[in-house]
T-cell receptor, first 112, second 110 residues
Framework: GESVGLHLPTLSVQEGDNSIINCAYS??????FIWYKQESGKGPQFIIDIRSNMDKRQGQRVTVLLNKTVKHLSLQIAATQPGDSAVYFCAGRIQGAQKLVFGQGTRLTINP | DADVTQTPRNRITKTGKRIMLECSQT?????MYWYRQDPGLGLRLIYYSFDVKDINKGEISDGYSVSRQAQAKFSLSLESAIPNQTALYFC?????????FGPGTRLTVL
């Protein structure tokens, strides 16, 4: 099977700084990963995804890095804003499977 | 913005009661999912369905059942609710990979 875990349950950064949220996975056959943001009282919202044939993918203020050698991925948020405060989840999918396995989440707090 | 809707949004019930949570989507997706979220445990998959005639158990299906009434509707039932089923429940849909989540149903079983 697959297990996905986040390294830190909480992370605090100063507004304007960059933040990095880390995630590890266990199954080398995982071929797709996705990051979600969950604000208080809402369902998770898609941020960015990456396939295993890529090392890096960029979106607006966000970058996902994938290191298949150590089975690790990270979400980098540039120039953090108060609206970035939320719980962030990574999820992975094993090749051929149709289900996502979610990590426990990291709560990101942006300090003014 | 209400592509995936869930009803009710909040529910308090008693042990032993039968509860149904409903999910509707207007995204035209074939795939629908039910997840449970508990503090510190992330999202855990209860059941999923890839089309109207396809129902699959997830990692924590015991104590739950589902019905896929139509492409757009997927309901989750707790036949006899117990207190450890108190949690936040999310429905999601997808075409292939990216899943779109509803706003959640907060269920409390007393």
């Amino acid at each position: 099977g697959e297990s996905v875990g986040l390294h830190l349950p909480t992370l605090s950064v100063q507004e304007g700084d960059n933040s990095i949220i880390n995630c590890a996975y266990s199954n080398s056959a995982s071929d797709y990963f996705i990051w979600y943001k969950q604000e208080s009282g809402k369902g998770p919202q898609f941020i960015i995804d990456i396939r295993s044939n890529m090392d890096k993918r960029q979106g607006q203020r966000v970058t996902v890095l994938l290191n298949k050698t150590v089975k690790h991925l990270s979400l980098q948020i540039a120039a953090t804003q108060p609206g970035d405060s939320a719980v962030y989840f990574c999820a992975g999918r094993i090749q051929g499977a149709q289900k996502l396995v979610f990590g426990q989440g990291t709560r990101l707090t942006i300090n003014p | 913005d209400a592509d995936v809707t869930q009803t009710p949004r909040n529910r308090i019930t008693k042990t032993g009661k039968r509860i149904m949570l409903e999910c509707s989507q207007t995204k035209g997706h074939d795939r629908m999912y039910w997840y449970r979220q508990d503090p510190g445990l992330g999202l855990r998959l209860i059941y999923y369905s890839f089309d109207v005639k396809d129902i699959n158990k997830g990692e924590i299906s015991d104590g739950y059942s589902v019905s896929r009434q139509a492409q757009a509707k997927f309901s989750l039932s707790l036949e006899s609710a117990i207190p450890n089923q108190t949690a936040l429940y999310f429905c999601a849909t997808s075409r292939i990979n990216e899943q779109f989540f509803g706003p959640g149903t907060r269920l409390t079983v007393l």
